[in-house]
């Protein structure tokens, strides 16, 4: 079975700092990976996925993603937080080879302070 | 701009009474997803349609139906509304294929259905 963990109910950062939020998972075999964001009164919304090649993925908004195989992990990155980068985030997961459900974690909120 | 629209944004509902809450979309997705989304518990996948009047269930059908007569739309179903039915739901479209392609999802901006 497929499952995902997000560690943090919370994170707080300030802004102009480092963010990470943080994502394992548990799927047999090769994943594709997604994180999608949710701001107030509105929908998920797309940000980045991993299918493979390059561990590190860009995506919208300046942030990216490290995919570690290793540590079955796919942290949510961003050099510089911005006030308007505080929301709800969700690290989604889809196995490769069998189904074609998308599996979310339960989601981390992050509030960046002024 | 794929556009998933869900008819109510707010939908307040009393024990027992029949739920319709239904989702339209504009890109000519082949799959369609109810999802609904609870605090800690993040989104849980409730129905799912490849195709039309084709359904198959999520994690968590039990007290609810969907129904897909168009493409385009994919109705959830609460048959007799309980006060554990009181969530955010979440309606979700998708191309067929792969994430390696095109596949991710596209999301309405969900209905918060309160069951009094």
């Known amino acids: 079975a497929q499952s995902v963990a997000q560690p943090e109910d919370q994170v707080n950062v300030a802004e102009g700092n480092p963010l990470t939020v943080k994502c394992t998972y548990s799927v047999s075999g090769n994943p594709y990976l997604f994180w999608y964001v949710q701001y107030p009164n509105r929908g998920l919304q797309f940000l980045l996925k991993?299918?493979?090649?390059?561990?590190l993925v860009k995506g919208s908004y300046g942030f990216e993603a490290e995919f570690n195989k290793s540590q079955t992990s796919f942290h949510l990155k961003k050099p510089s937080a911005l006030v308007s980068d505080s929301a709800l985030y969700f690290c989604a997961v889809r196995a490769r080879n069998y189904g074609q459900n998308f599996v979310f974690g339960p989601g981390t909120r992050l509030s960046v302070l002024p | 701009d794929v556009k998933v629209t869900q008819s109510s944004r707010y939908l307040v509902k009393r024990t027992g009474e029949k739920v319709f809450l239904e989702c339209v979309q504009d890109m000519d997705h082949e799959n369609m997803f109810w999802y609904r989304q609870d605090p800690g518990l993040g989104l849980r996948l409730i129905y799912f349609?490849?195709?039309?009047?084709?359904?198959e269930k999520g994690d968590i059908p039990e007290g609810y139906s969907v129904s897909r007569e168009k493409k385009e739309r994919f109705s959830l179903i609460l048959e007799s509304a309980s006060t554990n039915q009181t969530s955010m739901y979440l309606c979700?479209?998708?191309?067929?294929?792969?994430?390696?392609?095109?596949?991710?999802?596209?999301f309405g901006s969900g209905t918060q259905l309160s069951v009094l």
């Open positions: 349609s490849y195709d039309v009047k084709m359904k």
């Open positions: 991993y299918i493979t090649g390059d561990n």
């Open positions: 979700a479209s998708s191309p067929v294929g792969t994430p390696a392609t095109n596949e991710k999802l596209f």
